[in-house]
């Protein structure tokens, strides 16, 4: 393969904005660093989503450098957000230049950051192009729509996310079909995460618990939704440990809609502080089934075989669903406790590991970019 080791290093910035970028940017960081001479990675964090002890967390767990931007926009509203991260990043543009820009993901750091270099005529590569759940009523949906029009290279977690842009009319040349980087952390950190002691810290074993992640608005900024799944979580407790790290944004909620007394009273529902990757990942491989909201979770369950039940009408990742251990719940209490019944009764879904879900990812992208007939 022709490779670009006798031309001028192509500078590339890596954007990172939210705790699912992290897992995303860790292992191309990594790959891209394998060929200092080809390359200069320069790692940017907006600040987004910034919490002390969480980024020190992730930062920490997946050995990455401390970012060479960090542009502190904090949180906001949509709108508030994502016009900060666009003038911040655009500063940094003017100052440093760089040849490509990838960003991952959905949120609203992928789109801005990627509008921002688009109109200064920079390359943008999207990291998980092509996921749609076809409703514009989520934020991440925009950003995924905006960020996949504009970007210049479509790489692509699955084969549904190449049929969804061809679809939309882009050309195949930009679309580029590379797996599932998230992945590629998971299968790099495991045996690291089999160390935690999160099981003995909080008296589980494995298969006694069921594990949550609950934090879209959709559903714990609506009381009657929150408290639809919560009456779930009353009658499940009955049956197993309910654990449940708990996300700011639903810790807040709780607060503000005066649900304290509710959680309290439902047995076996253990909350934890925020925690990091290892010991997540080991409360992963070792729940009887997970709860979620999550986008990143439906794979990451995907590829431990947890079953898992997504409290959501939609999922952007339907290859969870047809290949994988993912079923979406309806957001009714008894859907949720027939659901959950189902899996404890024994009639737990059996799925397989998606094509390219093999911890090889980055290195597929890296060989994309040490090509020298790109556009830059």
């Known amino acids: 393969m022709t490779t670009n080791s006798n031309l001028k290093k192509k500078k590339i910035h890596l954007i990172v904005g939210a705790r699912p970028n992290f897992m995303k940017m860790a292992p191309l960081y990594k790959e891209f660093k394998k060929f200092p001479n080809e390359f200069e990675i320069k790692l940017i964090h907006t600040g987004q989503h910034y919490n002390e002890r ?39 543009l003017f100052e440093d230049k760089p040849d490509l820009v990838i960003v991952a ?19 943008v590569a999207h990291l998980e192009a092509g996921l749609r759940s076809f409703a514009k009523t989520m934020p991440e949906e925009i950003n995924r729509i905006i960020t996949d029009t504009i970007s210049d290279y479509l790489l692509t977690p699955s084969p549904d996310g190449d049929e969804n842009l061809l679809k939309e009319g882009k050309p195949k ?8 980087i998230m992945i590629d952390s998971l299968i790099q950190y495991k045996e690291k995460a089999k160390q935690s002691n999160i099981l003995e810290e909080n008296n589980l074993t494995k298969d006694d618990y069921a ?14 939704r929150f408290l639809t799944i919560l009456n779930a979580f009353e009658e499940i ?4 440990k309910l654990i449940f790290p708990i996300h700011p944004r639903s810790r807040k909620q709780i ?33 009887k089934f997970i709860l979620t909201d999550s986008g990143g979770i439906q794979e990451e369950s995907t590829y431990f075989g947890i079953p898992c039940l997504t409290l959501r009408k939609n999922t952007e990742r339907p290859i969870t669903i047809s290949e994988g251990t993912n079923q979406l719940v309806k957001l009714e209490t008894g859907d949720i406790i027939r659901a959950t019944k189902e899996i404890l009764n024994g009639e737990t879904k059996k799925g397989t590991i998606p094509k390219y879900w093999d911890g090889k990812t980055a290195e597929r992208i890296v060989e994309i970019f040490r090509k020298d007939d790109l556009i830059f």
């Open 105 to 123: 993901g959905d949120v609203n750091s992928t789109a801005a950051c990627a509008i921002d270099a688009v109109k200064l005529h920079i390359p």
């Open 173 to 180: 040349d930009k679309i580029y079909f590379v797996g599932n």
């Open 54 to 92: 969480m980024s020190k967390f992730f930062f920490d767990d997946l050995q990455m450098p401390v970012p060479d931007e960090y542009l502190e926009v904090g949180s906001g509203t949509h709108g508030d957000q994502t016009a900060k991260i666009m003038i911040k990043y655009e500063e940094v």
């Open 211 to 224: 594990l949550i992640t609950l934090h879209r608005p959709s559903n714990v900024d609506n009381k009657e």
């Open 237 to 240: 407790g009955k049956d197993i």
């Open 255 to 287: 607060s503000v809609f005066g649900l304290e007394d509710k959680v309290k009273s439902i047995e076996n529902l253990i909350l934890l502080d925020p925690i990091g990757y290892y010991d997540f990942m080991k409360l992963q491989m070792n729940a």
